[in-house]
């Protein structure tokens, strides 16, 4: 199978920049977050719409960066 209707955007959840990404394989839509700087995946979900999965991803992120601790850069 083949991804189709790739998008990818760059946003801010929670005060650290992300990278979304949303495609199509067959019938359902697949959604990652990662963090810009690292790289690291923060979430995934996947869903009959778009919309769908963005949303569920997005809640998983804010979930998770919310637990995250920041520590000060000197």
């Avoid at 999965?53 to 979930?63: D, F, I, W």
Wanted: hydrophobic share 30%; with cysteine; charged share 35%.
């Amino acid at each position: 199978m083949k991804s189709e209707e790739f998008f990818e955007r760059h946003e801010e959840l929670g005060g650290w920049r992300v990278n979304i990404v949303s495609y199509r394989i067959g019938d359902r839509y697949y959604c990652t977050i990662d963090n810009v700087d690292p790289g690291a995946r923060i979430a995934r979900a996947e869903g009959a719409t778009r919309e769908d999965a963005e949303a569920a991803a997005v809640e998983k992120a804010n979930r998770y960066l919310q637990q995250t601790r920041r520590r000060p850069t000197a």
